[in-house]
């Protein structure tokens, strides 16, 4: 069954500090990955995706993301957080037929930022 | 901004009532698609559109109906509502071509859907 599993639910960084938050899915073939954040009262952004290619894809936000195959994971990192990253992030997996996917979510990591 | 948008984005309302909620998709966008993000169930996906007819359907309950009309806009009926209905839906909008471009998938701001 295709999943995709966000091992913490919420993390707390201070500001300035690195940020990792991990994404592991399960699907039948490569899929196509995405992150997505939700701040506070906010509709879902579209961080960034990958597609194929260069495993490690750039975001807006200064956000990153690398995809290891081995690990089924796609891990969202970030080197210096702002306390305006503080929301909720979602990883999603998808393959459609352009235009007929639908994205499966993972429950979410919450961060918050301390001062 | 997305370019999906998304009325109202805020509505209280009496269980056992009806309400409708309305997108309209990115310029362009012949697909759309609605989810429902709870507390408890986190973001599920709803159904799915393509050019006025359904194309994917995940789990949406049989109270509850969409369509897509002409011009692209989509609704989302909701009746007899319960109180676990409350939720905040969303809807989201992508291209009809295959590959990435057909996968990426914008979402509006949502509407918070409250049943007292």
């Known amino acids: 069954a295709q999943s995709v599993t966000q091992p913490d639910i919420h993390i707390t960084v201070s500001e300035g500090a690195s940020l990792e938050l991990r994404c592991n899915y399960s699907?039948?073939?490569?899929?196509?990955l995405f992150w997505y954040v939700q701040s506070p009262g906010q509709g879902l952004q579209l961080l960034l995706k990958y597609f194929s290619g260069d495993t490690l894809v750039q975001g807006i936000k200064g956000f990153e993301a690398e995809f290891k195959r081995s690990q089924s994971s796609f891990n969202l990192r970030k080197p210096s957080v702002h306390w305006s990253d503080a929301a909720e992030y979602f990883c999603?997996?998808?393959?459609?037929?352009?235009?007929?996917?639908?994205?499966?979510f993972g429950a979410g990591t919450r961060l918050a930022v301390h001062p | 901004d997305s370019g999906v948008t998304q009325t109202p984005k805020h509505l209280i309302t009496a269980t056992g009532q009806r309400v409708t909620l309305r997108c309209s998709p990115r310029s362009g966008d012949l697909s759309v698609y609605w989810y429902q993000q709870s507390l408890d169930q986190g973001l599920q996906f709803l159904i799915q559109?393509?050019?006025?007819?359904?194309?994917a359907k995940g789990n949406i309950l049989e109270r509850f109906s969409a369509q897509q009309f002409p011009d692209l806009h989509s609704e989302l009926n909701l009746s007899s509502l319960e109180l676990g209905d409350s939720a905040l839906y969303f809807c989201a909008s992508s291209v009809a071509t295959p590959g990435p471009s057909g996968n990426t998938i914008y979402f509006g701001e949502g509407s918070w859907l409250t049943v007292v």
């Open positions: 999603a997996v998808g393959r459609g037929q352009g235009g007929y996917n639908k994205l499966i």
């Open positions: 559109y393509y050019n006025g007819e359904e194309r």
């Open positions: 699907y039948g073939a490569t899929p196509y």
